[in-house]
């Protein structure tokens, strides 16, 4: 079952430009969330989390919006750069450490 | 500091072979995870470890997978006899605290 889901998959934007990435789960018990990048050939990279609590966290460019009530969140990323382009994996899981659920990623290039 | 290491990075065996993964964690790092990830999708947990024990097994399919973690260290997975739909990149991670998952570059396996 996909618990998980990032329903895009893919997404191009412009230098310079907001790049968002969107994730929605289904299961009502997670409360922490992750954002993952993968570069070709490499394993996952963590990015930024965010636990139930809060709604929104920020780390320099990126930052990710949690709406608990929809059961979505979002990665925002401004300015984009092209080092960027990569595929972002959305994470959820109950608590920090547990069985970690994927979305199956969105593939994002940043165009110069 | 060295990351996650995983051998071997391609695999190509017909099926019904056996095939073995290796990982070896980050020093110190007493949580240690095994995903496998299918082409076009997220990683999907097969194991956990704290130390040497497993702690989550629940989806690694038991009549053909098992895996290990002697001395709380380095980690072996293994599958005996491969088939075709275990085609795939098996990933490992470890952790100090939970959450922050560090991924090596995954092994990626082709059962022909």
């Known amino acids: 079952d996909q618990q998980v889901k990032q329903n895009s998959p893919s997404l191009s934007v412009q230098e310079g430009r907001i790049s968002i990435l969107n994730c929605d789960y289904t299961?009502?018990?997670?409360?922490?969330f992750l954002w993952y990048k993968k570069y070709p050939a490499e394993g996952p990279t963590f990015l930024i989390s965010i636990s139930s609590i809060k709604d929104k966290n920020e780390d320099g460019r990126f930052t990710v919006f949690l709406n608990k009530s929809a059961k979505h969140l979002s990665l925002h990323i401004v300015p984009s750069q092209p080092g960027d382009s990569a595929v972002y994996f959305c994470?959820?899981?109950?608590?920090?450490?547990?069985?970690?659920?994927f979305g199956a990623g969105t593939r994002l290039t940043v165009k110069p | 500091e060295a990351g996650v290491v995983q051998s071997p990075r391609y695999k190509i065996i017909e099926k019904k072979q056996p095939v073995a993964f290796w990982c070896n964690p980050i020093?110190?790092?007493?949580?240690l995870y095994w995903y496998r990830q299918n082409l076009g999708q997220g990683p999907e947990l097969l194991i956990r470890?704290?130390?040497?024990?497993?702690?989550?097994d629940s989806q690694l399919p038991k009549d053909r997978f098992s895996a290990e973690r002697l001395k709380g260290v380095d980690s072996t997975l293994k599958i005996q006899p491969a088939e075709l739909g275990d085609s795939a990149v098996y990933l490992c991670a470890s952790s100090l605290s939970p959450g922050e998952l560090f991924f090596g570059e995954g092994s990626r396996l082709t059962v022909l």
């Open positions: 994470a959820a899981a109950e608590l920090p450490g547990n069985d970690m659920r």
């Open positions: 299961n009502s018990m997670f409360d922490y």
């Open positions: 470890y704290e130390n040497e024990e497993a702690v989550d």
């Open positions: 020093s110190g790092h007493n949580t």
